[in-house]
């Protein structure tokens, strides 16, 4: 017998799956790929909250004793996060035309993804987590759901940068940004923000083409 895959997945509305039936989510999509793929039951939290920027993430990482067991024991992790810390930016700067608050809004950003990791790091390796373990990690970058907008481009290209050094083997950045190229049309549903069934299913497919770097070695075992 194989062991489970304990799957957690942090994030806000991509990871809930706002606008799709439960089974038509990023996060279902993806648990029944990584079972085929693997041969393994995957046991899943879906830890998503619509609305959830990175410090309200970080605020529930901090003090959900719950989520905290969850990502201790966690073979693989997914985080959705900063579309709301830039939308919420975005609608500022459409008030007032101040750049700053763009600027402003991708500081905290920068910073809340650095401790958002510092945070993983340290619940999985206080007591009760398995330190031989490694991190295994899809993050998912923003894709653009208003391209005729011509300034969205450089602000999310600008916050998807700051994934890019938490790279390894393991930690990879799914790249969402590009796999919606071009295809909004087909993949955004009826609130033009949100994807729709086959979006997520998408996002989900691009998380799988990755591969499973670190739990494979694990089902051989």
Excluded: C
């Amino acid at each position: 017998m194989k062991p489970p895959l304990y799957y957690v997945a942090l994030g806000d509305s991509l990871t809930e799956g706002y606008g799709v039936a439960a089974e038509d989510s990023f996060v279902a999509a993806y648990s029944r790929l990584m079972e085929s793929a693997l041969g393994r039951q995957a046991v899943v939290l879906n830890a998503g909250v619509t609305g959830d920027t990175t410090s309200d993430i970080l605020h529930r990482m901090s003090t959900n004793v719950d989520l905290r067991q969850a990502i201790r024991q966690a073979d693989l992790i997914s985080l959705t996060a900063g579309g709301n810390d830039l939308l919420g930016a975005a609608r500022e700067f459409l008030l007032n035309r101040d750049p700053q608050v763009l600027k402003a809004a991708l500081r905290l950003f920068t910073i809340n993804i650095r401790r958002i990791f510092e945070s993983i790091g340290h619940i999985r390796s206080a007591s009760g987590g398995d330190g031989n373990k490694p991190l295994v990690m899809r993050i998912l970058n923003l894709y653009n759901p208003f391209p005729i907008i011509e300034e969205t481009e450089y602000w999310i290209e600008r916050f998807n940068r700051e994934w890019l050094p938490y790279e390894t083997p393991y930690v990879r950045v799914v790249h969402v940004y590009e796999a919606f190229q071009y295809r909004t049309d087909d993949l955004i549903g009826e609130d033009m923000v949100h994807p729709n069934a086959l979006g997520y299913r998408t996002m989900a497919e691009a998380a799988h083409a990755l591969g499973y770097a670190g739990l494979e070695d694990e089902t051989k075992a």
